[in-house]
């Protein structure tokens, strides 16, 4: 099993500041590396799939980037509504999704 | 628009099976593979298995071979998740997800379902 680990667990910024998050594979999963929202009492929401392309409807702040096995999402300028958890999904070789990143407001 | 919709929560007791469903709306039912993922309280999600709406072929995660089955009906545009041998370890949120080439969209809203005694 491809395990992902995502750092930090816990991020704390204020609006406007630049989020960086980041997940690594134990093992190469090319660019099948999706990043998803989820607040809390909702369902997951895709932001990023393939490591780089955005999702429908998904503003530009959000970005990602990597292959392989290291993987970075970042939101450029921090808005209210996206202080939330945000998971990595990979589906190389079966499927797995990575520990969680909490962004919380500082 | 696409949406899935799931059924409402359950309660059951160790040891019981539960049921679960997933109505899709909005697209071509057989185009698409629907997964199954839970959370439980403060966990990450976990995925559990797939049906090939098409053609009705499963996978499962080991960890949950022997245990779960998913199967579908086309006619009513559901799928549906059955786990088995409940104990309280599965207390969680399942969701159903549609699987577009590699990633998921959208997902259900939800099911949570409660193993207590």
């Known amino acids: 099993e491809i395990v992902l680990t995502q750092s930090p667990a816990t991020l704390s910024l204020s609006p406007g500041e630049r989020a960086t998050l980041s997940c690594r594979a134990s093992?190469?999963?090319?660019?099948?590396l999706a990043w998803y929202q989820q607040k809390p009492g909702q369902a997951p929401r895709v932001l990023i799939y393939?490591?780089?392309n955005r999702a429908t409807g998904i503003p530009a702040r959000f970005s990602g980037s990597g292959s392989g096995t290291d993987f970075t999402l970042t939101i450029s300028s921090l808005e209210p509504e996206d202080f939330a958890v945000y998971y990595c999904?990979?589906?190389?070789?079966?499927?797995?999704f990575g520990g969680g990143t909490k962004v919380e407001i500082k | 628009q696409v949406q899935l919709v799931q059924s409402g929560a359950e309660v059951k007791k160790p040891g019981a099976s539960v049921k679960l469903s997933c109505k899709a709306s909005?697209?071509?039912?057989?185009?698409?593979?629907i997964h199954w993922v839970r959370q439980a309280p403060g966990q990450r999600l976990e995925w559990m298995g797939y049906?090939?709406?098409?053609?009705?072929?499963?996978k499962y995660s080991q960890k949950f071979q022997g245990r779960v089955t998913i199967t579908r009906d086309t006619s009513a545009r559901t799928a549906y998740m059955e786990l088995s041998s409940l104990r309280s370890e599965d207390t969680a949120v399942y969701y159903c997800?549609?699987?577009?080439?590699?990633?998921?969209?959208?997902w259900g809203q939800g099911t949570l379902v409660t193993v207590s005694s």
């Open positions: 049906i090939n709406a098409a053609i009705g072929d499963t």
């Open positions: 393939d490591a780089s």
């Open positions: 999904q990979q589906r190389s070789i079966w499927l797995t």
């Open positions: 909005g697209y071509t039912f057989t185009n698409y593979a």
């Open positions: 997800a549609r699987e577009v080439l590699r990633w998921f969209d959208p």
């Open positions: 093992q190469s999963v090319s660019d099948y």
